[in-house]
Nanobody, 127 residues
Framework: QVQLVDSGGGSVQAGGSLRLSCVAS????????MAWFRQPPGKEREGVAR???????TYYDDSVKGRFTISQDNANTFYLQMNSLKPEDTAMYYC?????????????????????WGQGTQVTVSS
């Protein structure tokens, strides 16, 4: 079992930055795909970024590429640095974890059964 606790959300103006954190109850080093998802109001949940803990390889949705950075610290804490925020980034953000191959993590979050989830942290970007 793994518990994930995510935090760091808040309210910012467009163009601002936030850093989300996700702390895992144990080391996630090895064959794990860690991801950040978001769910905007009235919309479906979508994956925004992934990191494969064994290789530190990172992957991004086109909507956040160049603005968001996913990273890990000692395979226990994961971050989503969000810069140049836009109003359309407003959403509840969740971290998630899954046992995965590197190839599956590369292919995309829709192919992975993420069994562990944080409780979510709200990000609101005003124009």
């Amino acid at each position: 079992q793994v518990q994930l606790v995510d935090s760091g959300g808040g309210s910012v103006q467009a163009g601002g930055s936030l850093r989300l954190s996700c702390v895992a109850s144990r080391s996630m080093y090895g064959s794990y795909c860690m991801a950040w998802f978001r769910q905007p109001p009235g919309k479906e949940r979508e994956g925004v970024a992934r990191i494969y803990t064994g290789s530190d390889s990172t992957y991004y949705d086109d909507s956040v590429k160049g603005r968001f950075t996913i990273s890990q610290d000692n395979a226990n804490t994961f971050y989503l640095q969000m810069n140049s925020l836009k109003p359309e980034d407003t959403a509840m953000y969740y971290c998630a974890a899954a046992t995965s191959s590197g190839y599956a993590c590369y292919l995309g979050s829709q192919l992975i059964d993420f069994g562990y989830w944080g409780q979510g942290t709200q990000v609101t970007v005003s124009s």
